[in-house]
């Protein structure tokens, strides 16, 4: 009699086993929200370090004197690399003709300007936000790393008097302003870029 009354107090309750229950349905709903933040936050991350990447290869490629043999040594032609930003839109690789002998900031010759690479990209994820110089852009901006050096080449009629950054913000789309972004930063001047949180 003894042994059966131990074995009737180890059983569970319906109390007990639904409690359980709910606790594991709580746990398991928190884990799936925070997995979700968690990978929107990882998609943001490579989504920058990839542009970033883009902008680092077309100044690399530039300065390793990418060249064009179109004939005679005489008629081959250097490259321009650089960058298209379109808001709503993503980056991609371009690259123009190089004229070493036209006037210093204009020797990339945006108008015959072709798409180089085509970047693969999360389609969620988009340009949400280009500063220029402090200004906000509305539509696009375009680039260029010239040869040999890899020098910026500057819209001149967009250089304003601030500091000398291009700051593009990615976001998701539809992001609200509240929502979770990230910025890359290049400095026109010198070349540098990182990416960051963007914080307004």
């Known amino acids: 009699m003894r042994n059966i ?13 639904l409690i359980v229950v709910a606790i594991i349905s709580t746990l398991v ?14 998609q943001l991350d490579v989504a920058a370090n990839t542009l970033e990447s883009v902008i680092v290869e077309a100044r690399e490629k530039t300065r390793s004197g990418i060249y064009q043999k179109t004939g005679d040594l005489t008629e081959g032609s250097s490259y321009c690399f650089g960058i298209v ?9 371009y690259r123009a ?13 945006r108008s015959k300007g072709e798409l180089f690479k085509t970047i693969e990209h999360d389609t969620n994820l988009v340009v949400s936000e280009i500063e220029y110089f402090g200004e906000e852009i509305s539509d696009m901006i375009e680039v260029y790393f010239a040869p ?4 910026i080449e500057l819209p001149s009629t967009l250089i304003g008097t601030d500091e000398p950054l291009l700051k593009v913000i990615v976001a998701f789309k539809n992001a609200q302003a509240s929502d979770e972004k990230r910025i890359i930063v290049l400095n026109l001047l010198t070349g540098n870029v990182y990416t960051d949180r963007y914080e307004k």
């Open 148 to 151: 040999p050096k890899a020098e």
């Open 5 to 17: 009354a131990k074995l009737k107090k180890k059983g569970f309750t319906l109390i007990e086993l």
């Open 97 to 109: 003709p190089y004229d070493r002998l036209s006037p210093k900031n204009n020797q990339c010759d």
């Open 29 to 42: 709903t928190v884990s799936i929200s925070s997995y979700g933040v968690i990978r929107k936050k990882v």
């Open 85 to 93: 930003i379109e808001n709503g839109e993503y980056i991609d690789l």
